[in-house]
């Protein structure tokens, strides 16, 4: 994985691109090989492209990035990319893993058939996938949700 050295964004902004799907020998272990794993093992295959995860350290910043506009969701796919709120990196650090490999479950697909393909598979489907192949993340107040915001945002 390759962390981006020139912030694009506001700062304070991080990102990581997750390269092992043409890279086998970058070392393994940590969070984002295992959500890669897990996603590789459920959906049956490798990563088609190297996918790049943002993690920002400020709601604006976030905000900013991750084609909502919003600080609210806990985590966003937009064109490929992985935007991960702040509230990851604090109080609800204990989420983090779900969310993460939730996103990469829409990451995956997106980067098989591509993101305009991609806005054509039903809501139940990404949804579901993505939920499943993470163990429920993204889902943890679904029954009190009336409906699902666009681009794969997860709930706060
Ligand atoms: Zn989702």
Redesign the pocket.
């Given at each position: 994985m390759i962390i981006e050295a020139a912030p694009r964004r506001p700062p304070p902004f991080v990102a990581r691109e997750l390269r092992r799907a043409h890279a086998p020998s970058v070392a393994r272990g940590g969070l984002e090989n295992n959500a890669i794993t897990q996603i590789e093992a459920v959906h049956g295959r490798r990563f088609a492209h190297p996918v790049t995860v943002g993690a920002y350290a400020t709601p604006e910043a976030y905000a900013a990035a991750n084609g909502l506009g919003s600080a609210v969701p806990m985590?966003v796919?937009f064109v490929g990319r992985v935007n991960l709120s702040p509230k990851l990196f604090g109080l609800q650090h204990q989420r983090l893993p779900a969310i993460l490999t939730?996103?990469l479950?829409?990451a995956h697909i997106q980067g098989w058939i591509g993101a305009n393909a991609y806005i054509h598979l039903p809501n139940w489907f990404?949804?579901g996938l993505?939920?499943m192949a993470s163990g429920g993340g993204?889902a943890e107040w679904s029954a009190k949700r009336k409906r699902?915001p666009q681009f794969?945002?997860?709930s706060k």
């Open positions: 985590g796919t939730h996103e479950s829409h990404k949804e993505a939920v993204g699902k794969n945002a997860e």
